[in-house]
């Protein structure tokens, strides 16, 4: 997000920041309650979980350095409608609510880049809510791991099949199930909670359409594919 904006718009921003180590399974805040801050990920991802009373939580968005985490205060709420919970721990830019929204009206590029930055996590949302009700465990793990891989600094990730099963909202077996299949295939790598993706395109093959949704409307809002090497290089 941040390395998009023109160079002064830029600097002008991460000089209202300061940086942050977010480590993994933190809460950066809970549904209902007010957000202190924003965090724009560096090298980290952010899992955006909805909560139904007597259900475990359910991630229903995946929030890297293409994005931000708090777009609801762009639109001036005061809740948090989601909890946002680290998911593969790193740095982020943090910076507080009040000098946020002054930085929106201030730069008219950060403006533009956040709109289309929300119509992204709006499809988004809504494609994981028809993938959890239609698709299997199987081509949703593939989808997961390739969302994980996008956001991340390398191929490897570090994903327990407790972790998995919580996000995607199923059984623990059934991620073990799925993830063994990938891994018969030759497509992933597993071993004591570490997980490399060894063949990408196969892995593509094998997740379900909502990836590819994903992706294409993420390269028709900004012009250019969602990949690492896309969200990579210096904010500074």
Same mark, same amino acid.
């Given at each position: 997000m941040i390395e998009r904006l023109p160079h002064r718009d830029r600097r002008?921003?991460?000089a209202q920041c300061e940086e942050v180590f977010l480590s993994r399974a933190t809460s950066l805040w809970d549904a209902g !309650? =007010? %957000?202190l801050h924003v965090h724009f990920p560096v090298d980290c991802n952010i899992a955006l979980l909805a909560h &139904? $009373?007597?259900? $475990? %939580?359910? @991630?229903?968005a995946m929030v890297g350095r293409e994005g931000l985490v708090g777009a609801h205060v762009m639109l001036g709420a005061v809740s948090? =409608?989601?909890?946002a919970k680290v998911l593969g721990e790193g740095m982020a830019w943090r910076i507080g609510v009040r000098a946020f929204? *002054? @930085?929106?009206v201030r730069?008219?590029?950060l403006d533009i880049g956040l709109r289309r930055y929300l119509h992204v996590l709006m499809t988004q949302l809504s494609t994981s809510a028809s993938c959890a009700r239609?698709?299997?465990i199987g081509p949703r793990l593939a989808r997961w791991l390739l969302m994980c891989q996008d956001r991340a600094p390398s191929a490897q990730l570090a994903a327990t099949h407790e972790w998995a099963a919580a996000m995607l909202g199923v059984r623990r077996v059934g991620i073990t199930a799925a993830a063994g299949s990938l891994q018969r295939q030759g497509l992933i790598t597993y071993h004591r909670g570490d997980l490399t993706i060894l063949d990408r395109a196969g892995l593509e093959a094998a997740a379900c359409s909502c990836y590819a949704t994903d992706r294409k409307d993420y390269s028709a809002s900004f012009g250019e594919p969602l990949s690492r *090497? !896309? &969200?990579a290089g210096s904010v500074r």
């Open positions: 002008h921003l991460i !309650s =007010p %957000a &139904v $009373p007597g259900h $475990p %939580a359910l @991630e229903i948090a =409608p989601w909890q929204r *002054e @930085e929106i730069s008219a590029a239609f698709h299997t *090497e !896309s &969200v």
